[in-house]
């Protein structure tokens, strides 16, 4: 079945960039998408791209998507202390069931 | 407010005990799903429902039921929880199409003892 993984941690400075990286198994995946958790609360979705994409730019986030190693990173140019949170990296195959994969989640800390 | 609500938010109860976690949204999306999130493992699908009376198994649907008789409600029942549920259950709507965004409640943090 289908398969997605992160790491489970990553701590950086206020000010620099972070990167959180996933990669996935199923090659018919169509949608890649990014959540965020904050503490406390239910996810929300940050950013998402399609599959025959390989970057997409939103503010501080790039999103790169490389589809021949299936591998997915969300990059967050100056990072704060409110990215503090658990990203999660989902993906979709095409069909007509809207099935998402989830991968582990990456809890990103934010040192001031 | 487009939401999707939860309740409880928190459950403590002993092992056998039947239990509903209700879920409610109130975006008319035709999608409901319903997950379990334990460390290490991420979110995994437990049911999903397409449309009224349409609900079908996800990944890990053992000790689970659910029911979608009205479109905003999608109830999860455990009929005889067992510690190993013990877990934060996430339901998530959705208006299906190309993007397919999912919409979550706040959560239900659940300990079976």
């Known amino acids: 079945g289908e398969d997605v993984e992160q790491s489970l941690f990553l701590s950086v400075r206020e000010g620099d960039s972070s990167v959180i990286n996933c990669t996935y198994t199923d090659s018919s995946s169509t949608y890649l998408y990014w959540y965020k958790q904050e503490p406390g609360a239910g996810l929300q979705l940050l950013t998402y791209?399609?599959?025959?994409?390989d970057m997409k730019q939103d503010q501080r986030l790039t999103v790169l998507l490389n589809k021949k190693d299936k591998h997915l990173s969300l990059r967050i140019a100056d990072t704060q202390t409110g990215d503090s949170a658990i990203y999660f990296c989902a993906e979709r195959a095409s069909g007509g069931y809207q099935k998402v994969t989830f991968g582990t989640g990456t809890k990103l800390q934010v040192i001031p | 407010e487009a939401q999707v609500t939860q309740n409880p938010r928190y459950l403590i109860t002993v092992t056998g005990k039947k239990l509903t976690v209700t879920c409610s949204q109130n975006m008319n999306h035709e999608y409901m799903s319903w997950y379990r999130q334990d460390p290490g493992l991420g979110l995994r699908q437990i049911y999903y429902s397409m449309n009224v009376e349409v609900t079908d198994k996800g990944d890990v649907p053992e000790g689970y039921k659910v029911s979608r008789k009205e479109k905003r409600n999608f109830p999860l029942i455990l009929e005889s929880p067992s510690p190993n549920q013990t877990s934060l259950y996430f339901c998530?709507?959705?208006?299906?199409?190309?993007?397919?965004?999912?919409?979550f409640g706040p959560g239900t943090r659940l300990t079976v003892t």
């Open positions: 998530a709507s959705s208006l299906g199409g190309r993007i397919y965004e999912q919409y």
């Open positions: 791209i399609f599959s025959n994409m």
